[in-house]
């Protein structure tokens, strides 16, 4: 029996908590943030869509963007009684998943260099990141440990490499420590 909560996000979604909880999202275009205060062990997430609204978006809901995601991601920490200046970061997303040509100006290139460039800017050290590709993946974080379990989904219609099909594999045989971050197959 688990004493530790379970949420699941999705796109606008922020979860950050004290107690030991497993959040968990799946993600395209799409980036994560896993943010976690080694010391206290408040840790969370955010799943957004683009870095910034565009002309015409809403800023009805800003959660959906990663400039105020991030924002609200580390108040919440902070609120739970994290120190930014000890935050760390777990990133994945910006994957590729469209029937369409890549470009520097495609949602997940952007997507990818606004974290990066958010998490240097904010001098947040990145633990650990799987972005880009084609890919979808599914992401479960447990805050209390920082542990991140990892599942990449093959692209739809996407001709996948050697390497990614042998990744893919081995995935499917077992459980592989990659880095700071675990994939897991079915």
Known sequence: MSDRREVTIYIGGIYASRESAVIKTVLGSCIAACLR????????????????PCNGDSEDDRSRFGVHAMELLIGEIQKLGGER?????????????????????????????FIREFLTTERIPLLAHDLGGRAARQVIFRTHSGSVLLKRFPGQGHPIS?????????????????????????
């Open 85 to 113: 200046a000890r935050l760390q970061a777990k990133v994945f997303g910006g994957g590729h998943v469209l029937q369409m040509l890549e470009s520097a100006e495609a949602v997940p290139q952007k997507n990818i260099r």
């Open 37 to 52: 205060d080694p010391v206290t062990g408040v840790g969370g997430m955010n799943h957004f869509m683009l870095p910034a």
């Open 162 to 186: 050697a390497v990614e099909r042998e990744h893919q594999e081995q995935a499917r045989q077992k459980v592989v420590q990659y880095g700071e971050v675990t994939l897991f197959g079915d």
